[in-house]
């Protein structure tokens, strides 16, 4: 399986970012995606997921501010990521979970918030 991301970029604070994610097969195949994140000298943090059914759950610093979507015709999830703040910096990773446990993921994609 291959996850390509993109979407990344430099955005005031307050601003938004809307991420994508684009899977090499089916994503009705996979339990769940969702997004990681990895802040310079941080360890990896889980932020967003959507299983197959459509539920979704977020990180709490989140919450009310980021929207986890996806468009199984498209093969697609995405992030929309809203009133961003300067600790939101981080490489963001997408991933899938396949029904065996399995995961995969993308290469990552830069998020920059700062004035």
């Known amino acids: 399986v291959q996850l390509q991301a993109s979407g990344g970029g430099l955005v005031q604070p307050g601003g938004s970012l809307r991420l994508s994610c684009v899977v090499s097969k089916s994503i009705l195949s996979f339990t769940s995606m969702g997004w990681y994140r990895q802040a310079p000298e941080k360890q990896r943090e889980w932020v967003a997921a959507?299983?197959?059914?459509?539920?979704?759950n977020y990180l709490d610093s989140v919450k009310g501010r980021f929207t986890i979507s996806r468009d199984n015709a498209k093969n697609a999830m995405y992030l929309q990521m809203d009133s961003l703040k300067p600790e939101d910096t981080a490489v963001y990773y997408c991933?899938?979970?396949?029904?065996?446990?399995?995961?995969?993921w993308g290469q990552g994609t830069q998020v920059t918030v700062s004035s």
């Open positions: 991933y899938t979970q396949g029904r065996g446990g399995s995961y995969s």
């Open positions: 959507i299983t197959s059914g459509g539920v979704t």
